[in-house]
């Protein structure tokens, strides 16, 4: 079963604007990533927030985590088109990463 | 280095054939594992080893077979290829999960595998 679910499931957006998504976990996790992908392409690790953090930065990125209520969030401020992409939350528990189903998000120019 | 190395980008198979995915990584990571992506269900894990000689099933093993006899590689193989088995496959490496498990994952550019 799926593990991470992301909401929106897709996002349109101006160039410049911020975008964020939200993640939602059923069990317990060590950590909670989030990957990029681009068309045709694979993964990208993008940021990665272990259980006792609440919040983490990485350039552009920003992401939450709120392990009482089982859910994250990733913010990409000041978005490019070249972030046009789908993104992929993961929780990582028992050597396993468990995946979304994605968000696609299109960042118009 | 190269990262993650996965062959072939494309293949096409016939019902009932066999063939291997060949992962290949230069990072001397200790995990590696096996995806299938699928539209609308997002990646689902395959199969996954912790390190060479050991490997477990993930959510979806049915029809696939792994075996990790070095650290650098991880091959995945399809016992009589089935419709259903039509999907991007990904492998994906991470560093030594023994003792930290805070590691991103590295990932292979994908097989794109049609059953006909």
């Known amino acids: 079963s799926q593990q991470g679910e992301e909401d929106p499931q897709a996002l349109s957006i101006q160039e410049g604007e911020n975008a964020t998504m939200n993640c939602s976990y059923k069990?317990?996790?060590?950590?909670l990533q989030w990957y990029r992908q681009n068309s045709g392409r694979g993964l990208v690790h993008l940021i990665l927030?272990?259980?006792?953090?609440r919040e983490k930065h990485s350039g552009r990125l920003r992401v939450t985590l709120d392990t009482s209520k089982k859910s994250s969030s990733l913010l990409i401020t000041a978005s490019r088109a070249a972030d046009t992409a789908s993104y992929f939350c993961?929780?990582?528990?028992?050597?396993?990463?468990?995946f979304g189903k994605g968000n696609q998000v299109v960042v118009i120019p | 280095n190269a990262g993650v190395t996965q062959t072939p980008k494309f293949q096409v198979l016939k019902t009932g054939q066999s063939m291997t995915l060949q992962c290949a990584q230069d990072m001397n990571h200790e995990y590696m594992s096996w995806y299938r992506q699928d539209p609308g269900m997002g990646l689902r894990l395959i199969h996954y080893?912790?390190?060479?000689?050991?490997?477990d099933q993930g959510e979806v093993p049915n029809g696939y077979n792994v075996s990790r006899s070095t650290t650098e590689d991880f091959p995945l193989r399809l016992l009589s290829a089935a419709p259903s088995q039509t999907s991007v496959y990904f492998c994906?490496?991470?560093?030594?999960?023994?003792?930290?498990?805070?590691?991103?994952?590295?990932f292979g550019s994908g097989t794109r595998l049609t059953v006909v």
């Open positions: 994906a490496s991470s560093f030594n999960r023994h003792l930290n498990t805070n590691y991103g994952y590295t």
């Open positions: 927030i272990r259980s006792n953090e």
């Open positions: 993961a929780t990582d528990a028992a050597n396993r990463l468990a």
């Open positions: 080893s912790v390190g060479a000689g050991i490997t």
């Open positions: 069990t317990s996790i060590n950590n």
